[in-house]
Structure formats: structure tokens, C-alpha cells
């Protein structure tokens, strides 16, 4: 009898295996001619050759279908083992869908200004977003980056902030780099675990395939075949925001996002994104787009809080 080991590395197993091995058992249904064991990150099937090549296939497809949709139940499973190879849902669903999110979740653009960064993100390789709390701008850039990564357009997501409040010296706060960066770095954070499951966000993190750095960090590198953000750019320095655009490396893509309304620099400190999108708005290849409170996608007060400010400080 011949055997065939298939090693997970693109999925948890707790994912594919299911709830006490409950989606093994119906993949078990569908080859009644194969022994198939689940054990730890291993999947063994014992049977001939030609069921055994087909039995890999389904399993690859399966894979992809989770790591594409981020579920995988009864209803999937027997679409996926049913099916001649084609894996993609209906386009009613589908249509606009930047990333299947956690439980199923369907991320798309929420907005005019939002549809607009997709849309430039498929020409441009750099896009400023600005606008003010609320607009989706940072959430956007997020699913664009996941979504690239999907679909292995880059083989990495970069995330950086100025840390503003401690100078970017943050020796000083307690624990290790990822513990004094979370403060900064929680937007972030909650965007990604919208969009990625917690097991395989974890193992991002560890792996480095989703970096999270201080703006200071950026330095001397050079970040190839990477979609990286920067977000609350506003807080950068002219000095800042030349080092971070010059980082870009081949087949990269950056997203700069901020709110010129909320510069938390030092009084008379001139803000880094300011200055960028007066000096680069006729250079080629950079988008950019401005988000107004028409497109808070947060409580509906927000919109009209925004407005209350906006009157105030042009009067």
C-alpha cells in the first residue's frame, strides 16, 4: 500500500483538521478506498497512487480556500471536493471584497475616497491617504497590504509610526520592543486581527512576514518585495518622512496615511507629510487621495464632530 505525508506549514491544523478532526471526517467520506490519519501538523493517506495524487490536490485546494476565505466548514468542504479546481465564490459575493476577514467577514471599500485608494493602489506603487479620524484611511492601506500578501504579490507587510510621544526614545518604557510599541501601534493591531486569523497572525509576527517597527528603525534599510505603511505620517519630520520614502525597494508598494488636523509635533516643528504633499504631487507614480468626514465610517456623530472643529478653526 503506498503512503503519501502531507506536511501543513501554509495552515494551522486545528483549521483544517476541524473541531475533534470533524472536517477529516468528512474529507474521509469522499475517499472511503483511502486510510487517512491526522496527526499533529501531518496528514498521512495510505491507498493507490492515482486516488492518493488526487486526495494531495483537494487538500492543496483546501488550504487555499481557507487561506483565501479564512473558513473552512461543512458547506466549503464539499464545494472544494466537489468541484473541478475552481475554488472562487459567486461574484455577487465577491464583487469589491479586498479580504475575507476573521469569521467570514467581507472587507471592502466603504467609501468614494476609500474605492479611490483601491483603485490607485492597482497603478501606483506609492499613495498618500490624508484625511481626518474616522475615514478608514489606515483600515484601508491595512486590507491592501493583507490582500497583496494573499495573493503573494509581496512576500512581506511593514507597519511604522513615529512614536511621537516618547521622542522615539523608547528604551525607557518596560518590557521588550514589541511590549513598548503596542501603545502606538494598536490600530494597527486591531485592523490586522480583523483580517487574519490570531494562530497565523502570530506566526506572521514571529516569522517577520508582518513587521512592526518605530519610524527610527527604518533607517539604512532597504525594504524590497514589501507593502509597507506608514501611518499618522502628520507626525513626521521633513528629515523623517525623506528617510522613510527612500527606503522603497524593488516590487514594493507604500501607503502613507495622516491627518494634517491632529500634528502632535513640537510647536512650530513643520510636519513631514505637509511638506511631501506639496513636493510630490506632480511626481509620477505617486497617488494621492483626501478623505473628508463624508467618509467617516465611524459612529455617525463623528462626522458631525469633525464639522463642529472644522468650523472653528477657519473662522
Same mark, same amino acid.
Given at each position: ?32 478506498? +483511502? ?91 506609492? +499613495? ?20 497583496? *500578501? ?19 526614545? +523608547? ?16 490600530? *494597527? ?11 497565523? *497572525? ?42 522613510? *520614502? ?18 502632535? +509635533? ?50
Amino acid at each position: 500500500m503506498n503512503e503519501r505525508l502531507i506536511e501543513l506549514t501554509d495552515i494551522s491544523p486545528n483549521d483544517l483538521f476541524g473541531p475533534r478532526n470533524s472536517n477529516v471526517a468528512i474529507i474521509k467520506k469522499f475517499y472511503p478506498k +483511502l486510510k487517512i490519519i491526522a496527526r499533529g501538523n501531518k496528514l498521512k493517506a495510505y491507498g493507490e497512487p492515482e486516488i492518493l495524487d488526487e486526495f494531495e490536490k483537494k487538500v492543496t485546494q483546501l488550504i487555499n480556500y481557507f487561506n483565501k476565505y479564512n473558513k473552512l466548514d461543512e458547506t466549503s468542504i464539499e464545494g472544494v471536493l466537489n468541484s473541478n479546481g475552481k475554488t472562487t465564490k459567486s461574484s455577487k459575493t465577491t464583487e469589491g471584497v479586498l479580504v475575507h476577514g476573521v469569521s467570514g467577514r467581507l472587507i471592502k471599500a466603504q467609501s468614494p475616497n476609500q474605492q479611490r485608494m483601491v483603485d490607485l493602489m492597482e497603478k501606483k506603487d506609492m +499613495l498618500f491617504a490624508v484625511g481626518p479620524a474616522g475615514t478608514g484611511k489606515t483600515y484601508t492601506a491595512v486590507a491592501l497590504a493583507v490582500k497583496a *500578501l494573499k495573493e503573494k504579490e509581496v512576500r512581506k507587510i511593514i507597519l511604522t509610526r513615529p512614536a511621537v510621544e516618547s521622542g522615539e526614545k +523608547l528604551g525607557f518604557l518596560p518590557g521588550d520592543m514589541k511590549e513598548k510599541l503596542d501603545p502606538y501601534m494598536q490600530p *494597527l493591531y486591531d485592523a490586522l486581527r480583523d483580517m487574519i486569523p490570531s494562530e497565523r *497572525l502570530e506566526s506572521y509576527l514571529e516569522k517577520g512576514v508582518i513587521q512592526i517597527a518605530p519610524l527610527a528603525f527604518m533607517r539604512g534599510r532597504t525594504l524590497d518585495n514589501a507593502f509597507v505603511i506608514l501611518d499618522e505620517g502628520q507626525n513626521t519630520t521633513h528629515g523623517q518622512m525623506k528617510m522613510f *520614502l527612500t527606503r522603497m525597494g524593488k516590487s514594493a508598494k507604500f501607503i502613507i496615511t495622516g491627518d494634517p488636523g491632529q500634528i502632535d +509635533l513640537p510647536h512650530r516643528q513643520v510636519s513631514g507629510l505637509k511638506e511631501a504633499l506639496l513636493i510630490l504631487k506632480d511626481v509620477e507614480g505617486i497617488g494621492m487621495v483626501y478623505l473628508t468626514e463624508s467618509d467617516v465610517v465611524r459612529h455617525r456623530l463623528v462626522k458631525h464632530i469633525i464639522k463642529a472643529f472644522k468650523s472653528i478653526e477657519t473662522e
